[in-house]
């Protein structure tokens, strides 16, 4: 072997780049393993202080046991946002909600689809559903939704 070669027959040369290659390879996947791991971590003790609900029966005055589940469908906000009536009818829905989450007392809530017109939200749909979540909220009752149709449409510039 010459003296620009190792005894393995790479060049020097070569052999520095694949050094240094191999050395930030190793080093990125350590990086990238501490990420997960501090992610996982992270994320299971945030999983641990989330309160989950328990979901039973409830004995009614009759002695019969009963899980009364809402479902609500259809509700459709931020229809029309830029115009009077859209925030209108937002407001209307949230009242007719009220009265029948109210009068019911559901054990369950299950939002089954069209939450939103999203085709229609000039701004982030997110505002929505954070002002639906916070509504839920007041009823210290669980609820689950499930993503219609219209839910995850682009918004769409009226008359194009």
């Known amino acids: 072997c010459g003296d620009d070669e190792i005894l393995i027959g790479i060049p020097n040369s070569l052999s520095e780049k694949l050094r240094l290659y191999l050395t ?3 080093f990125s996947c350590f990086v990238l393993v501490l990420i997960l791991a501090l992610g996982w971590k992270i994320e299971s003790q945030y999983r641990r202080s989330i ?3 328990t979901l039973r029966y409830r004995k009614e005055e009759d002695d019969s046991w009963v899980f009364k589940v809402l479902q609500i469908t259809d509700i459709h906000l931020g229809e029309a946002e830029d115009l009077p009536w859209g925030p209108e009818n937002d407001l209307k829905t949230l009242v007719a909600l009220d009265a029948i989450i109210s009068k ?3 054990d369950l809530i299950v939002l089954s ?3 939103l017109t999203a085709n229609n939200c000039l701004k982030n749909a997110t505002s929505y559903y954070q002002l639906l979540g916070d509504f839920l909220i007041q009823y210290e009752t669980p609820w689950a939704i499930i993503f219609g149709n219209h839910d995850d449409m682009d918004f ?3 008359g194009t």
């Open 24 to 26: 930030k390879s190793i």
């Open 104 to 106: 019911e007392s559901p």
């Open 156 to 158: 769409e510039i009226p």
């Open 51 to 53: 309160e989950k609900p």
């Open 113 to 115: 689809g069209d939450q």
